[in-house]
């Protein structure tokens, strides 16, 4: 086991370290979230009445975390195939799932960066207080179940020439039910609403971690056989 | 140590490798010759564990594939068109990590003596975008050579190297030919390819057309024979 982790960590600390000298992916998905923010900023009338944004709010806040998250997952995976890296990886005498967790929590990490920045100017913008326990704990659970299924699929998709169309239509449909468990979470939680309102969806982001990112860590090694 | 039967490789309806059959002994440096699309770097792959053969039988250093392929990942060092290294990292940093997933012992001594032996130990600190095609070949030799592996595959490992890189690669190959490795070299230069080989084969849409010692064939014989086997 711990032989298995400390590759797994290997992998993590290499794409940081790559990351962190390159920036290719965190200055994209970081421009591109702060952007869509902007946007949405200037698209909503924020004059409006507070309950107006409340409602808008969350959807927008998972709107930017969702294809910011494209943007870094295709990245990812697409960076791996275009060097040829990838096979060194599969070359290596490693269980594959460990690749498949080294690469995903990578990206947790990644698209946790860019939620660190999309936060607090979501406070900002929307005048709402988006730094709350509850709200930080969706995000949470909402980055790691869209890690790790869009890990799989951006690993499915990466070796395809339509790599950039490809990944979004494979992963909005996967990722529905975890954006809306995740918006009406966030939602619940902005408004104070009693957590027995909102509490299953909160249960069913969780199942669905627990469920999807099972299933992607079970099948990533049929999934990068070629 | 390899051991190669009956492999059929299809890609759809496309046939890549049909009914082959070849056998590489412990020590022996096989250089495989054919043109572009022959099915040299699909046969490579099947043997570095990359891709899974449609049918036949594949069996390395005692591993039968795929179901041994793990333990068989441990003896294969595999030397791919592309270098398969990390341009943002340096040479002893994309040697370490590889290191760890090879789950070897004393990582920063081997490090340190693979880069001597590539000559790169000066660049060490250098991330790996900054070196030229010759000097990544070499470090990919280093990446290969890491965990000591019992069977070597080289895809054509001198392309797109000038004459001195070339020159430097050859040597380092020809240092691989210790008589206890097996060594598969898949190349279009039949000099290289020729002088550092125990044994030729050529391959042509995906069959094996030709097959001799080195010490039975002559390199003008050699090149009549290819230009013959590969029309055919």
Known sequence: MSAY?????????KDLTTEVRSREMLSSMGAFAVLVIFVFAFAFDLRAARSGTTIVAPGVLWVVITFAGMLGLNRSLAAEFDRGSFDGLRLSPIDRSAIFVGKALGNFVFMSAV???VLPLFVVFFNLPFLKPLILLSVVLGTIGFAGVGTLLAAMSASTRLR????????LPVALPALLAAVKCTAGALDDAPFELWGHWLALLTAYDLALVGLAFLTFDFIVEE | MIQVTGLVKQFGPLVALRDLDFSVAPGE??????PNGAGKTTLLRILATLSRPTRGAVSIAGHVLPKGADDARR??????????????????????????????????RRVDELLEQVDLAERRRDRVRTFSRGMQQRLSIARVLLHDPRVVLLDEPFTGLDPDASDRLAGMLRRLHDGQRAVVMTTHDFDRGLALCDRALVIARGQLAYAARRDEISAAGFRETYSRVTRQ
């Open chain 1, 5 to 13: 982790l400390h590759k797994v960590f290997a992998i993590v600390a």
């Open chain 1, 115 to 117: 939620e660190a920045i």
């Open chain 1, 164 to 171: 950039d169309v490809l990944l979004p239509i494979l992963m």
């Open chain 2, 29 to 34: 440096f096989v250089s495989l010759m054919g």
């Open chain 2, 75 to 108: 003896q294969i060092g595999f030397l791919s068109h592309q270098p398969l290294l990390y341009g943002e990292l340096s040479a002893e940093e994309n040697l370490r990590f590889f290191a760890q997933l090879y789950d070897l012992n004393g990582i920063e």
